[in-house]
């Protein structure tokens, strides 16, 4: 039987370590990774973010017109919603509610 502490050829020894040990500290573990990796994250995720705000219309330069821009939109766009509905549904009752009209009014009466 072989003993614990015992090595077989070709392995590594037991107390060497694997690798050279990561030496973490304290801005790496404040940051969550190397400061270089996660600035790089930070520059990529901004640029995310920022083509998708300027999408939707807001100015760096500007902010807080931007925001109020974006609402007044939004609000424009509910009512313009509503507005394209209730025109849809006019032009429509002109042509289904005669039809459902004549049709209740000249079909067999139906018996349950």
Same mark, same amino acid.
């Given at each position: 039987? !072989? =003993?614990?502490?015992? !090595?077989?050829?070709? /392995?590594?020894?037991?107390?060497?370590?694997?690798?050279?040990? &990561?030496?973490? /500290?304290?801005?790496? %573990? $404040?940051?969550?990774?190397?400061?270089?990796?996660?600035?790089? &994250?930070? *520059?990529?995720?901004?640029?995310?973010?920022?083509?998708?705000?300027?999408?939707?219309?807001?100015?760096? @330069? =500007? #902010?807080?017109?931007? *925001? %109020? %821009?974006? $609402? =007044? @939109?939004?609000?424009?766009?509910?009512?313009?919603?509503? =507005?394209?509905?209730? %025109?849809?549904?006019?032009?429509?009752?002109? #042509?289904? *509610?005669?039809? @459902?009209?004549?049709? &209740?009014?000249?079909?067999a009466p139906r018996?349950?």
């Open positions: 039987m !072989q =003993n614990e502490t015992s !090595q077989i050829p070709g /392995d590594t020894p037991r107390d060497y370590p694997r690798g050279l040990p &990561r030496r973490e /500290d304290g801005l790496s %573990r $404040f940051l969550g990774g190397s400061p270089l990796s996660v600035a790089f &994250r930070l *520059i990529l995720l901004s640029i995310l973010v920022g083509v998708v705000l300027a999408a939707i219309g807001f100015d760096p @330069w =500007n #902010i807080v017109a931007s *925001i %109020r %821009r974006l $609402f =007044n @939109w939004i609000y424009e766009l509910g009512f313009d919603a509503i =507005n394209g509905l209730w %025109r849809y549904f006019l032009l429509g009752a002109v #042509i289904v *509610i005669p039809i @459902w009209l004549i049709s &209740r009014l000249f079909g018996g349950r």
